[in-house]
């Protein structure tokens, strides 16, 4: 697509664009542990009770309450124990009047009994038991279906799934679940000027850590990330290794390139294809964007800059709606919560300013400075303080809107 030249895009406008380009990836069975951290993509219904009999609570003696109704210190009742019942192996399905049976917890209680005697009640007899306190009618026996009845809705469209999900799924027999997949997100740092961690830097040299940044919040966001080697600053070196990573990848992402600069890679090979647009938001940090597709499949591609905290921002306000989308998970964009802020803040007029920050019971402090290289600061914030674009300064302990980059939604 054709550079807008000196024409803005607002935050939501261009978040809208990129949205509407996404739809839920297709959803497919998974097993059980496969599952966790996705989205269900149906709504799970009990096919099987909870508890599936009626079983004891209890270590004891099952029995008939109008059989033990008198049973006292001073007047024990004394009963013929005719067999026991343990969990998994219960082979005494009745129990007859005026008789009892041991019986372990999680086990059925037979037909016939309808209360179960804990040992600490009893003499613990084996042939016959002394017993010398009455349960209630119904006491220490778990009713079959008292958890989970056959058609209880167990888990609706759309939640994510944890440990304790995935604890009841198998509880009624469910060894795997419709869910939404993890999307692929390829990510690429270009710069003829980025080394790898762990080599030697020259003079003009850095470290690539932006492709290690964006890897990272894509797998903390739920999708599998690919980590690609760094692409110098030439385009047909770009388009390769793009193109080589179209096979696994539901979406592409891309850190540098994108500003205004002689070697701006990234736009420069891309721009030519048309189907990626580049411009301006109005956002501070991250005001260079590029977002579109690519390939036979029209992967979509972000194109990020390449200052760290720029990238990071850019990520968090564009890319990581988009995943959720893929994911099926709601609500896609990071929510806002409110805070008093601890020291001024100036902002330039008709941007949307995202302060870097640390959150704490309601308050919120700014840290660092507002250079978008400063990987230093980043790293010790925990919040982003959201500036309006019509708000050109805010002041020590006016209510403000944050961001909290830490927090599950």
Do not use: C
């Not at 054709?2 to 261009?14: E, F, H, K, L, R």
């Not at 959201?386 to 944050?402: I, L």
């Amino acid at each position: 697509m054709a550079d807008p030249g000196t024409s803005v895009t607002s935050v939501d406008d261009y978040l809208a664009r990129i949205l509407a380009a996404f739809e839920p990836l297709p959803a497919f069975q998974q097993p059980l542990m496969d599952a966790l951290g996705l989205a269900v993509a149906e709504d799970v219904v009990a096919g099987v009770s909870l508890p599936s009999f009626d079983n004891s609570a209890m270590d004891g003696y099952a029995v008939r309450h109008a059989d033990v109704v008198t049973a006292s210190t001073d007047a024990p009742v004394h009963l013929p124990v005719v067999g026991e019942i343990g969990a998994g192996q219960a082979r005494l399905l009745a129990l007859a009047p005026g008789t009892a049976a041991k019986i372990m917890t999680g086990a059925p209680v037979p037909a016939g009994a309808d209360s179960v005697v804990p040992y600490e009640w009893t003499d613990r007899g084996t042939a016959q038991v002394r017993i010398e306190q009455a349960p209630k009618p119904g006491q220490h026996v778990r009713p079959a279906g008292e958890d989970v009845a056959v058609g209880d809705m167990l888990i609706s469209e759309g939640t994510v799934l944890g440990p304790r999900h995935l604890g009841l799924l198998a509880s009624v027999g469910r060894a795997s679940v419709l869910t939404r997949p993890r999307p692929r997100v390829v990510v690429i740092s270009t710069g003829s000027e980025l080394r790898d961690a762990g080599t030697e830097l020259g003079h003009d040299s850095i470290y690539d850590g932006n492709s290690y940044l964006l890897a990272a919040a894509a797998r903390a966001a739920g999708a599998i990330a690919y980590r690609v080697g760094i692409v110098p600053d030439q385009p047909q070196a770009f388009l390769d290794a793009v193109h080589d990573q179209l096979v696994r990848a539901d979406v592409v992402v891309t850190s540098g390139g994108v500003s205004q600069g002689d070697f701006d890679v990234v736009k420069e090979a891309l721009a030519p294809l048309g189907t990626v647009w580049f411009g301006p938001v109005a956002m501070q940090p991250g005001k260079p964007q590029g977002f579109g597709h690519v390939g036979e499949d029209r992967t979509p591609i972000f194109t990020l800059p390449g200052n760290p905290v720029s990238s990071y921002i850019s990520f968090q306000m564009f890319v990581l709606p988009a995943l959720r989308k893929l994911m099926g998970r709601t609500p896609y964009a990071r929510p806002t919560v409110e805070a008093t802020l601890t020291h001024a803040i100036s902002s330039p007029p008709g941007r949307r300013q995202l302060v870097r920050a640390e959150y704490a019971d309601g308050v919120v402090t700014p840290v660092g400075g507002h250079g978008s290289h400063l990987i230093g600061d980043l790293a010790s914030s925990d919040a982003l303080v959201v500036v309006p674009e019509d708000v050109t300064s805010v002041a020590a302990g006016e209510q403000v809107q944050v961001l909290r980059l830490d927090e599950e939604f």
